[in-house]
């Protein structure tokens, strides 16, 4: 258990609609990564906050959102889905000022039909 | 970004020592070689990471050429739960990992 939380840990939904994913940091840490990992694709980077404040971006569309919220979870919101949007979520946290070590979190599944 | 080559995939029988690869030859001089490994659809976990000195865990050891163009990240006593993708990453952008498509080991009974 790394001590990162996601919710939910599966999600199927249809093409168009709008789905908001939760992360939950270890304590203490104050990044948030969001990464997408697809089967054609692999693990991808998509976006990472640091103490409320959005840090870096990756490969994220912009149907993508994401916030970090003053007690520090996250929300990745995903809208107007498409069945390619099918994939692992997984946020990850790290230690200030140690960003290159990061704990995982088991996941979200999403499917879109 | 530093490129990385590991093989795609390798064995190894329980008990004995798991040895995987990787190949960063435009490594430049002040980035580190991180190990990751994913368990069959989990998160990612860390392993490792070292600069140009060995390194050793309790999970795993990570030896580096002296040139520092490949390391090897050791598995001392591998176990039926070391089955994985290990993924080995040197360039670390403002905490971005690139993952690339890392070594499936198979630790055989």
């Known amino acids: 258990d790394s001590g990162v939380t996601q919710t939910p840990k599966h999600l199927i939904t249809a093409t168009g609609q709008r789905v908001t994913l939760r992360c939950s940091p270890r304590?203490?840490?104050?990044?948030v990564y969001w990464y997408q990992q697809s089967l054609d694709q692999g693990l991808q980077f998509l976006i990472q906050?640091?103490?409320?404040?959005?840090?870096a971006k990756g490969n994220i569309l912009e149907r993508f959102s994401a916030q970090q919220f003053p007690d520090l979870h996250s929300e990745l919101n995903l809208s107007s889905l498409e069945l390619g949007d099918s994939a692992l979520y997984f946020c990850?946290?790290?230690?200030?000022?140690?960003?290159?070590?990061?704990?995982f979190g088991p996941g979200t599944r999403l499917l879109v039909l | 970004d530093a490129k990385t080559t590991q093989p795609p995939s390798m064995d190894c029988a329980e008990g004995r020592a798991a040895n995987l690869p990787c190949n960063h030859s435009?490594?430049?001089?002040?980035?580190?070689v991180y190990w990751y490994r994913q368990i069959h659809s989990q998160g990612p976990q860390y392993i490792i990471h070292?600069?140009?000195n060995n390194e050793t865990n309790e999970m795993a050891s990570l030896i580096i050429t002296e040139d520092r163009k490949s390391s090897t990240l050791i598995l001392p006593h591998a176990t039926l739960r070391d089955t994985a993708v290990y993924y080995c990453?040197?360039?670390?952008?403002?905490?971005?990992?690139?993952f690339g498509q890392g070594t499936t080991l198979q630790v055989k009974p």
């Open positions: 990453i040197v360039r670390v952008v403002t905490g971005k990992l690139i």
């Open positions: 070292g600069l140009k």
């Open positions: 304590s203490g840490d104050l990044s």
């Open positions: 906050y640091y103490n409320g404040e959005e840090r």
């Open positions: 435009t490594i430049s001089g002040n980035e580190y």
């Open positions: 990850a946290s790290s230690v200030p000022g140690v960003e290159e070590t990061q704990y």
